[in-house]
């Protein structure tokens, strides 16, 4: 039987993920530089198979999962809707205890990776700090620092004629809404922390939000899924899937734990087309430092709009790390020294240091793949390509 709308991703490049087709069949395309990585199938219910790339050297190749047996401890059987509405009672009553409602700053690194499923097309990094004025006040308040900052040279296709139009398209939904978009990529990413916007109506964090997420409505209802638990020190940590379809296909899931019910990890990929191969992905997860729960890393996949050829088949991937947290006195970013949402970063010349980059905790920790590199500098080296566009 084939095992309809299955789950497949590559192995160290989760970014390039598929689901498998009414009748369980799938095509995959990925970059030359990563061909010798592994494909990982998985289907709630079964167990998840690895398959190495090269062993796709001819079409018609057949998968088979093996079907997953859980022993189980005695439990007692209760409603399940029941059981859900208990739990995101318990996740609202708890924000304010789980999440920083001081003033904090946070250091990390941003980096977005661009890609059109044959190769890699372009590189931006950031070392940050982000001073944010705690989770019951407006986000629109916290400001973003850059403190060194590299692009590398867009590789891919672009438009210049469609890019003119989508722009005249974006100020004329400015003159007729009056609302300006956010144009810069490490505001908007930073705005979408599902915990921080937890005082608008309709955000994740509250009543409205969860029960859209995890029930829906009689018209659009959403099926959900325990499918899993770990032991994270003395706490258990449930892992629930949802999504549209029944079950869920794991592409949306969330983690909370059971003694405190903070959400530890959230993410939620959103399909923009029939066929499921155009989406939107945001994931975020959280870490408690002195009894807080602050964000550790947040990704965000966004189709690239440079060209007429939208679709999942390219994406930029823009990702925050956040390796610390200040909680006490700190040096506050000056408004001069913010970044504006209204300023997109890529029109912006920021001078290279190559020594602080060579230097840098944050690349130590979190070190750009080798296969990526090779596929960014298939015409001349990164460290020209920073030099080049840190000088324009």
Avoid: C
């Avoid at 994931?283 to 009894?291: D, I, T």
Wanted: hydrophobic share 35%; no cysteine.
């Amino acid at each position: 039987m084939p095992l309809v709308n299955s789950y497949l991703f590559i192995k160290n490049y989760p970014e390039f993920s598929w689901i498998s087709s009414d009748e369980g069949a799938f095509s995959i395309r990925f970059p030359e530089s990563i061909k010798s990585d592994t494909l990982v199938v998985s289907f709630l219910g079964y167990k998840s198979k690895e398959v190495p790339l090269l062993s796709f050297n001819a079409p018609g190749v057949k998968i088979e999962l093996d079907r997953l047996m859980i022993s189980l401890d005695e439990i007692v059987v209760r409603p399940e809707a029941l059981q859900l509405e208990n739990l995101i009672h318990d996740i609202l009553k708890n924000i304010e205890i789980n999440y920083p409602n001081q003033s904090h700053q946070l250091s990390g690194l941003y980096r977005k990776i661009s890609t059109d499923y044959n190769e890699f097309t372009g590189l931006v990094e950031a070392a940050v700090t982000i001073q944010d004025v705690g989770y019951s006040k407006s986000i629109s308040n916290s400001k973003i620092q850059i403190n060194s900052f590299r692009k590398g040279d867009e590789l891919a296709e672009v438009d210049s004629v469609y890019l003119d139009y989508y722009e005249k398209v974006k100020a004329r939904v400015v003159d007729e809404t009056g609302i300006k978009p956010i144009s810069n990529d490490l505001v908007d990413l930073y705005r979408q922390n599902p915990a921080r916007g937890a005082y608008h109506e309709d955000a994740l964090f509250t009543e409205k939000g969860l029960r859209m997420t995890l029930i829906g409505i009689p018209e659009m209802p959403v099926y959900h899924e325990v499918v899993g638990f770990e032991l994270v020190g003395n706490d258990t940590v449930y892992q629930i899937a949802f999504g549209s379809t029944d079950p869920p296909l794991g592409t949306s899931y969330m983690k909370v734990n059971s003694r405190d019910f903070a959400i530890l990890e959230f993410q939620q990929k959103i399909f923009t087309n029939a066929d499921r191969t155009d989406y939107i992905e945001m994931f975020v997860k959280y870490g408690k430092v002195e009894g807080k729960y602050y964000p550790e890393k947040f990704v965000q996949k966004k189709m690239r709009f440079i060209s007429r050829d939208i679709g999942g088949h390219a994406m930029d991937i823009h990702t925050y790390w956040f390796d610390e947290v200040k909680t006490g006195k700190f040096k506050k970013i000056r408004f001069k020294d913010e970044e504006k949402a209204d300023e997109n970063i890529g029109s912006k010349v920021y001078e290279y240091n190559q020594d602080i980059w060579i230097n840098s905790e944050f690349l130590k920790t979190h070190p750009l793949d080798s296969a990526i590199i090779r596929s960014l500098e298939r015409y001349r080296s990164l460290q020209e390509q920073f030099k080049i566009n840190g000088k324009k």
